[in-house]
Every structure is written in C-alpha cells, then in structure tokens.
C-alpha cells in the first residue's frame, strides 16, 4: 500500500456521461498530481494542486477539471465523455513543491475509466 | 520528438542481467528517476539518480548516467521472474503554464520480459 489512495478501482460508462474519480494523498503529502495512461500516449502529466491552489497544467482537455479541497483529497471530473477517454487514471503526491532535492511521487493504484 | 524515449519491449533469459535505456532531453533536467510498474498497481519509485553522478548502485540495481549524450540506464543484474514489469523512465517536469511544473515526464515504458 502506497498511502495515496483512489477511488474507484473501476469505472464503466456510456459515451456523453459525466464521471468523479477521487485520490487521497498520503498523509502529509501536499501536492496532488493527476496523469493519464493509455497504450498510445503512454503516462500523461494533467494536472498538479498544491495546498488547494492549482500549481501547473499540462496536456489536460477542456472537458476535464479538478480541484484539490481543504482537506488535500482531490477529486478529477471528467464530462462529455468520449471512447477515447478510456484510460488508467492516477493519482500521485509528494511532500512539497520541487526544491533542491529530488521530488519522489508516490502513486495510487489507479483508476480504470472504460467509455463504451 | 518525444521528451524521453524508451524501447517499447527487452526480453531477457532468467538469471542474466538486464539493461534498459532511455534518452532524455531537458539537460536542466536535475534528477532523473526510475519507475516500476506491475500488472494491476500503480507506479513504484525504484530509484532516482542526481544529474552530477555517473553512477549509483543499489543492491541488484545499477543506474548509469551520461549527461553529455542525455542517455540514461538501468541494470538489473541477476534478473529473476519477480522483475517483469514496466520500466518508466522519468526526468523533471517542464515549465508548464501556472507557474511551473514539480511533476516529472515519463517515457512510454519499457516492457521487461522473462524467459524462463
């Protein structure tokens, strides 16, 4: 068990449809990063949250968001959803921002969203 | 081309030793980092290299860097049936838009593959 957790483990859903998947970090951990795995595009970076606040962005569609609560849990909304947006969906944290020193991600499980 | 390549598969006989590359490009890159990813989990830090060293060592895992041609390796020597998995190469995040990314790039993988 890697400390950060997500849920849920599987997802199936229709084409159109809107899903919430949701990763707690481990305890003490204050980023949140959300990455996109699928077999032709590999490991997507999407999104980072620090401490609540939005710190980077990167290959992440207008239709998705996400948002990083008081509490450091963070939850990715996914919406007008596609068959390509059938994907691995992690969750990882680390302590901080990126200092001097190495910034080791530690990754949940993963979600596996599949649009049908 | 892509930030950080890898071979997509390595087949290896069990017992001898394997080697994975991978070739970066962002030389401001300051750690570089390897990922291991089994069947059904999340990804798992194996080890991250400092960009001042050639080489670090640890245990069955030997990481050798050469920054001058941006190519990264990693041994894993005595290679048993427990080591299949993939292989994520991973360097420092870009600057992306919102102040900068603390998040790293990963390469598509390298699928280690045992043959008994």
Redesign the interface.
Known sequence: DSGVTQTPKHLITATGQRVTLRCSPRSGDLSVYWYQQSLDQGLQFLIQYYNGEERAKGNILERFSAQQFPDLHSELNLSSLELGDSALYFCASSVAVRTSGANVLTFGAGSRLTVL | GEDVEQSLFLSVREGDSSVINCTYTDSSS??L?W?KQEP??????LT?I?SNMDMKQDQRLTVLLNKKDKHLSLRIADTQTGDSAIY?CAE??KG??????????????THLIIQP
Do not use: E, N, P, R
Request: zero cysteines; aromatic letters at 28%; charged letters at 5%.
């Open positions: 300051t750690y980092y990922y059904g989990a999340g990804l798992q830090l991250y400092f994520f420092t995040g992306y838009s919102g102040g900068g990314a603390d998040g790293l790039t990963f390469g598509k993988g």
